[in-house]
T-cell receptor
Framework: QKEVEQNSGPLSVPEGAIASLNCTYS??????FFWYRQYSGKSPELIMS????GDKEDGRFTAQLNKASQYVSLLIRDSQPSDSATYLC???????????FGKGTRLHILP | DVKVTQSSRYLVKRTGEKVFLECVQD?????MFWYRQDPGLGLRLIYF???????EKGDIPEGYSVSREKKERFSLILESASTNQTSMYLC????????FGPGTRLTVL
C-alpha cells in the first residue's frame, strides 16, 4: 500500500517566521515529489517540484528531499498571512504521471 | 501557462440523475485525471486517461465512468447520481507535473 503521510495540523506560525511542513512516503522507488497549496474552496496549485536529494529554493520556498529517509519537507521563509492554506505533499507512483497525495497540513499564519 | 477548465463550478442534481462533468486542457497533455476530494479523506483518484480513448481505473471508480474522445477533453460521468457522490470533483492534466482545474462542487439531493 503506497502512502504519503502528513501531519494534519493546524500548524500555527507567527508572521515573519519560518514555517516547516513535513511529509514521509512509503514507496522507495518514487522519483518525483511535489508540494501543492490549496486555499479553502479552491483547487490545488503547484508550488514546487523536487527530484534530487538536497534542497531546492524558489523565492521564499525551499523544498528538501532525503530519499534515504523517505522524507520531503517544505520551508516557507518570512511567512505571510496569505500563506495560510492547506499544503499537500504528493509523490509519483507507477507511470503516466500518477501521483499519490497526502491529506495535507493546514497552515495558519498568525498576524 | 497551463489552462485546465471545468464545465461548472457548482452543480446541484437529484438522486438518480445522469451527470456529466467536463474538463478541457489547452496544453496538448496526454495524461488527464479525475479526482474527488472529501474532508478527512483527501484527494482520491477516480479514473485517469493516458491517451485518446484510453483509460484506467483509479482507486474509487465505482459509480463513475469516463470518456475521452479528443485529446483535450476528458469527461466524468455519474451514471445514476447518489447522495454519497456529493463532493468536490477535480480534473488535472499533466506532462510530468499535474495541473488542476478550478473544481466542480457537486451536490446530489
Amino acid at each position: 500500500q503506497k502512502e504519503v503521510e502528513q501531519n494534519s495540523g493546524p500548524l500555527s506560525v507567527p508572521e515573519g517566521a519560518i514555517a516547516s511542513l513535513n511529509c514521509t512516503y512509503s514507496d522507495r522507488g518514487s522519483q518525483s515529489f511535489f508540494w501543492y497549496r490549496q486555499y479553502s474552496g479552491k483547487s490545488p496549485e503547484l508550488i514546487m517540484s523536487i527530484y534530487s536529494n538536497g534542497d531546492k529554493e524558489d523565492g521564499r520556498f525551499t523544498a528538501q528531499l532525503n530519499k534515504a529517509s523517505q522524507y520531503v519537507s517544505l520551508l516557507i521563509r518570512d511567512s505571510q498571512p496569505s500563506d495560510s492554506a492547506t499544503y499537500l505533499c504528493a509523490v509519483n507512483w507507477g507511470r503516466d504521471d500518477k501521483i499519490i497525495f497526502g491529506k495535507g497540513t493546514r497552515l495558519h499564519i498568525l498576524p | 501557462d497551463v489552462k485546465v477548465t471545468q464545465s461548472s463550478r457548482y452543480l446541484v442534481k437529484r438522486t438518480g440523475e445522469k451527470v456529466f462533468l467536463e474538463c478541457v486542457q489547452d496544453m496538448d497533455h496526454e495524461n488527464m485525471f479525475w479526482y474527488r476530494q472529501d474532508p478527512g479523506l483527501g484527494l482520491r483518484l477516480i479514473y485517469f486517461s493516458y491517451d485518446v480513448k484510453m483509460k484506467e481505473k483509479g482507486d474509487i471508480p465505482e459509480g463513475y465512468s469516463v470518456s475521452r474522445e479528443k485529446k483535450e477533453r476528458f469527461s466524468l460521468i455519474l451514471e445514476s447520481a447518489s447522495t454519497n457522490q456529493t463532493s468536490m470533483y477535480l480534473c488535472a492534466s499533466s506532462l510530468d507535473t499535474q495541473y488542476f482545474g478550478p473544481g466542480t462542487r457537486l451536490t446530489v439531493l
